[in-house]
Nanobody
Framework: QVQLVESGGGLVQPGGALRLSCVASGLSVMDSTMWWYRQTPEDAREWVALIMTADVTNYVDSVKGRFTIPRDGARNTVYLPMHDLKPEDTAVYYC?????WGQGTPVTVSS
């Protein structure tokens, strides 16, 4: 009964910024560990970021200092604001909790 819906992806130039959103139903994002993953055009799947219930966060080294993972209890939404985007960030981005996944939102970073 958990549903996760990602949005906010699109086409952006290198050095630009986007904010991804993940609206959750059937769980509280404030009481859950939430994850972001991405799948590249070459079908490589990579963990990107997570946030725990105590607001402890972890990030893959390649995005540290560029991405964050804030959340909003009133909107029951987890975000992935991204800045200084690079071509290697191009991927379909998914949010997840346990074994639940959204449908993904694509991000393309290109000139």
């Amino acid at each position: 009964q958990v549903q996760l819906v990602e949005s906010g992806g699109g086409l952006v130039q290198p050095g630009g910024a986007l904010r991804l959103s993940c609206v959750a139903s059937g769980l509280s994002v404030m009481d859950s560990t939430m994850w972001w993953y991405r799948q590249t055009p070459e079908d490589a799947r990579e963990w990107v970021a997570l946030i725990m219930t105590a607001d402890v966060t972890n990030y893959v080294d390649s995005v540290k200092g560029r991405f964050t993972i804030p959340r909003d209890g009133a909107r029951n939404t987890v975000y992935l604001p991204m800045h200084d985007l690079k071509p290697e960030d191009t991927a379909v981005y998914y949010c997840s909790h346990h074994h639940s996944w959204g449908q993904g939102t694509p991000v393309t970073v290109s000139s």
